[in-house]
């Protein structure tokens, strides 16, 4: 909260995330908060949302259908409305393995023009039916106590919803330069729904709204300015005056967005990941955009690495940052198991805890 709150913080705080919650922790987890390790939870300031299928609407039956092919688990996908049906597939790691939350794509839902028709008389229910989910963020906060804080997860903003979650790439790409009507029609639902959806953040209790868009160079400098910075400002203006803070999770490679990042009202980069993952480092960061406050990813180039190898990680960040304040570091991406508490034990080690 020190933080959050732009002060300097007895110790730069080491977060660890909802991923703790899969599979076997082993009393890694306990024996780590013990030392001081803190624990992140993310809650939608609304509801119904997209994510995980959490909405019941009258009129759209989803259906999901788990199986197995050539040793990988698979889950097909149904949304079956009024006025057609879309499908997907993804797949997770094989059985034997600790399954991902998200896995990944093999076939998307929208995979024609009129698919997004579709989508957006989905985005239009939820839209309708839209509400706080104030009681959910307070059980999270009640629950972590002192050891932890909740933070406001917002779904992403049209480009990166469309190619992250409901179009291949290529769709996604074709269709938003030559903007058909059917995606018309979907940009306009969407505008619709952040709207609604700052309102509601703005007057929630939560202190830090996350905008979970996972920026990397996907994303054309132009199409930032027009697909994602315009969404940040709505959010930005409803939450003036609330104290609350605005990111965006940019798990990715954005040094060529340098100048559109440093334009843009977030007062925190969540999710930051360093070179030679990432292309920015943190003291360039630190010299880009002052104001911003870094929540700094575990190190991924190092998670399979060494003692030796991960220490050095950790203490490069601590050196680029020249102090103890707007930093965080996050444990927000897979980290092999087995791997977790020794990675995490390090980073306490070199922060001083």
């Not at 997004?116 to 972590?144: Q, V």
């Not at 868009?213 to 400098?221: F, Q, R």
Request: negative net charge; proline residues 6%.
């Amino acid at each position: 909260m020190a933080v959050l709150n732009r002060e300097e913080p007895d110790k730069i705080p080491i977060m660890a995330s909802d991923f703790a919650r899969i599979g076997s922790q082993g009393g890694w987890l306990r024996r780590l908060m013990k030392r001081g390790l803190g624990v992140y939870r993310l809650c939608h300031p609304y509801r119904p949302s997209i994510r995980g299928m959490d909405f019941y609407l009258e009129d759209v039956k989803y259906t999901q259908i788990r199986y197995m092919e050539k040793g990988i688990v698979k889950f097909r996908h149904l949304l079956e409305t009024p006025i057609g049906t879309v499908t997907s597939i993804t797949r997770v790691n094989p059985v034997k393995d600790v399954q991902l939350l998200m896995g990944a794509h093999e076939e998307h839902f929208v995979k024609e023009k009129s698919d997004w028709r579709i989508m957006s008389y989905i985005f239009k229910g939820i839209l309708n039916n839209l509400s706080p989910n104030y009681e959910a963020f307070n059980r999270e906060e009640d629950e972590l106590g002192e050891t932890g804080v909740c933070y406001g997860r917002i779904g992403k903003t049209p480009f990166q919803r469309a190619w992250v979650e409901l179009a291949s790439l290529e769709r996604a790409i074709v269709d938003f330069e030559e903007k058909p009507e059917e995606l018309q029609e979907f940009l306009e639902v969407q505008k619709q729904l952040h709207t609604r959806q700052a309102e509601i953040a703005a007057e929630s209790p939560i202190k830090f709204i996350d905008i979970t868009e996972h920026t990397t160079n996907v994303i054309s400098p132009k199409y930032y300015r027009e697909y994602c910075i315009p969404y940040y400002e709505i959010y930005s203006k409803a939450l003036q005056g609330t104290g609350k803070l605005l990111g965006a999770h940019m798990d990715g490679q954005f040094g060529h967005l340098k100048k559109e990042i440093g334009e843009a009202p977030l007062n925190v980069i969540e999710s930051f990941t360093v070179p030679p993952v990432g292309d920015v480092s943190i003291k360039e960061a630190k010299s880009l955009w002052p104001d911003k406050i870094l929540f700094v990813n575990c190190p991924p180039h190092v998670n399979n690495g060494t003692p030796e190898e991960v220490r050095g990680a950790y203490e490069a960040i601590l050196e680029e940052n020249g102090g103890k304040k707007g930093l965080l570091i996050e444990h927000s991406e897979d980290i092999p198991l087995d791997r977790l508490e020794t990675n995490l034990s390090i980073a306490l080690d070199v922060f001083g805890y």
